[in-house]
């Protein structure tokens, strides 16, 4: 019996048994035209660039829309997480895959700073997403037509539709305003400065990296201030992380961990040494960094029992105008993640998350 061979479709005709529906929800790719709440949510974007940004990395910000709804946020992570995986939009579309429980995101709208790159295009075609927004182009590596068009391929089962350059003249300044800072700030230091108590209002799992690297202050009775640069850190996230002293809900105890950021928590651990934590994100989501090391001191109780830390500090605001602070110098560090020690106690899930952060020697 001779085998027939399917023989490629030619450009623009659609496969057999697929509608050439052009709606945004559709499998064709329109001449697609922005739409009412497209602005809205690409701020949101913008929102979530500045994350990227606030952890040195090169600000690209996404969110997820699905029947009106953001279900998914991401944010360029790639440098933070040793990753060439964490780009905003696989993060975002992780996260909206989680909340519908299903790969397919075919309702959904994806909104993204940048153009995406092919990994991300292949990624968004891959989801059945229906349609892309983008801020700006992307001149080095842009798959949604400014250097390859992965979303219109003739003999794939799907395309997606796209719109180009909402919010372009933002996008493309947080992005130009980045690396002209970077430019500047290379190789660069300056007088240690305070961290603002608004510097942890950001999340456990923002702050955990960005504080290795930064100076641990202690000013004793006698008014001398001790100042040790921080080398290891690791975060406790919340109720959920089985890990977390939090994760029973609130006792006398862990009651400070539900503070504002900002806020020192100081508990013994196993009646031998303190431990000191720097409470970060929200009023009311427990959440803190536990400081694992400073320079000369290897160790979260050898640390504390250097800078005598103690129970006193507990609950303590960090600021100059108290016993404890953090400030920075503009000294930059190489980070290395892996996963936290001492949690024998958490489920497997909480012990294989690489939240513990390190210098790099």
């Known amino acids: 019996m001779e085998k027939k061979i399917k023989q490629p479709l030619p450009a623009g005709k659609p496969a057999a048994g697929l509608k050439k529906d052009f709606s945004p929800a559709g499998n064709g790719r329109p001449g697609a035209s922005a739409e009412p709440h497209d602005k809205e949510y690409m701020r949101l974007a913008l929102a979530e660039a500045e994350k990227a940004e606030a952890l040195g990395e090169t600000p690209v910000g996404c969110v997820i829309v699905w029947r009106g709804q953001v279900i998914g946020r991401g944010y360029n992570r790639r440098a933070t997480d040793h990753s060439v995986l964490a780009h905003a939009e696989l993060l975002a579309m ?10 397919r995101l075919e309702e959904a709208v994806l909104y993204v700073t940048l153009e995406p790159c092919p990994m991300c295009a292949g990624a968004i075609v891959q989801a059945r997403l229906g349609r892309l927004v983008y801020g700006t182009a992307n001149f080095k590596a842009g798959s949604a037509g400014t250097i390859v068009d992965l979303m219109n391929v003739a003999g794939f089962n799907h395309r997606v539709a796209v719109v180009s350059g909402v919010l372009a003249e933002e996008c493309t300044a947080r992005l130009k305003c980045f690396f002209q800072s970077l ?21 456990a799992k923002e702050l955990a990296p960005r504080l290795v690297g930064k100076l641990l ?12 640069r921080i080398t290891e850190t690791e975060c406790y996230y919340g109720e959920k992380d089985t890990a977390c002293h939090a994760h029973k809900g609130r006792t006398t105890r862990t009651e400070v961990m539900y503070q504002t950021g900002g806020v020192a928590y100081v508990y013994l651990c196993y009646g031998i040494h303190y431990l000191l934590n720097v409470v970060t994100g929200p009023d009311g989501f427990p959440e803190a960094v536990l400081i694992r090391g400073v320079e000369g001191y290897d160790g979260p109780g050898k640390l504390t029992k250097a800078m005598q830390i103690g129970k006193a500090q507990n609950g303590q605001f960090l600021s100059s105008t108290g016993e404890l602070w953090l400030e920075e110098d503009g000294t930059k560090v190489k980070i290395s993640r892996h996963r936290r020690i001492g949690i024998s106690y958490a489920s497997q899930r909480d012990q294989e998350r690489k939240w513990r952060f390190k210098r790099e020697e």
Do not use: N
């Open 94 to 103: 992780a996260e909206a895959a989680d909340f519908l429980q299903d790969w």
């Open 183 to 203: 430019r500047r700030e290379k190789a660069k230091t300056y007088p240690p400065r305070e961290l603002p108590l608004e510097f942890f209002q950001a999340s």
């Open 217 to 228: 202050c202690r000013r004793l009775a006698s008014g001398e201030v001790l100042r040790c």
